[in-house]
């Protein structure tokens, strides 16, 4: 079965931390993978994406993910994070021609100063 | 600009009145898709489609009705709604031999 697990609802860091969010997945096929970021009362915009190549990817506003198939994982990364970065993430799996992108239940992220 | 848009982005309505949320994109793109958020339930998908005049169910399908006449839009329609339909709405579009989405900016709907 296809799924996406975000295993931490809410996280809590303060401004200048480090940041990583956990990603698992499930799926049957070669998995194309993002994430995905939603501010408060706003859409979905996309912070990175993996498709094949290096495992290490980097994105928008210093986000980094890194890709371990062993783990099934797709976690994302940030050295440093920022008050604006106080969001929601979405981790999401789809494939070449796939019908659905499967999403995980996202985690929220409060930074405190 | 290449973009998926979608009208109305509020909307409140009352249950059992019909409504529908239009979703155009202008690049070109075969596939088309409804999701709808939740709290704690991330994205679920309504219905897609994968080009004019083939729809098909997604995993909440219940409650709702598409079409896709034209290439670059694909409505989502509630012939009668009931306040489990409240929900954030994104249309999606992609290419047929891509795996990344292009999201609208969602429409918020509230059914009382």
């Known amino acids: 079965a296809q799924s996406v697990t975000q295993p931490d609802i809410h996280i809590t860091v303060s401004e200048g931390a480090s940041l990583e969010l956990r990603c698992n997945y499930s799926?049957?096929?070669?998995?194309?993978l993002f994430w995905y970021v939603q501010s408060p009362g706003q859409g979905l915009q996309l912070l990175l994406k993996?498709?094949?190549?290096?495992?290490l990817v980097q994105g928008i506003k210093g986000f980094e993910a890194e890709f371990k198939r062993s783990q099934s994982s797709f976690n994302l990364r940030k050295p440093s994070v920022h008050w604006s970065d106080a969001a929601e993430y979405f981790c999401a799996v789809g494939a070449v021609g796939a019908n659905n992108l499967f999403f995980g239940t996202g985690t929220r992220l409060t930074v405190i100063p | 600009e290449a973009q998926v848009t979608q009208n109305p982005r509020y909307l409140i309505t009352v249950t059992g009145k019909k409504l529908t949320v239009t979703c155009s994109q202008n690049m070109n793109h075969e596939y088309m898709s409804w999701y709808r958020q939740d709290p704690g339930l991330g994205l679920r998908q309504i219905y897609y489609s994968m080009n004019v005049e083939v729809t098909d169910k997604g995993d909440v399908p219940e409650g709702y009705k598409v079409s896709r006449k034209e290439k670059r839009n694909f409505p989502l329609i509630l012939e009668s709604p009931s306040p489990n339909q409240t929900s954030l709405y994104f249309c999606?579009?992609?290419?047929?031999?891509?795996?990344?989405?292009?999201f609208g900016q969602g429409t918020r709907l509230t059914v009382v």
């Open positions: 799926y049957g096929a070669t998995p194309y």
């Open positions: 999606a579009s992609r290419p047929r031999l891509s795996a990344e989405a292009f």
């Open positions: 993996y498709f094949s190549g290096d495992t």
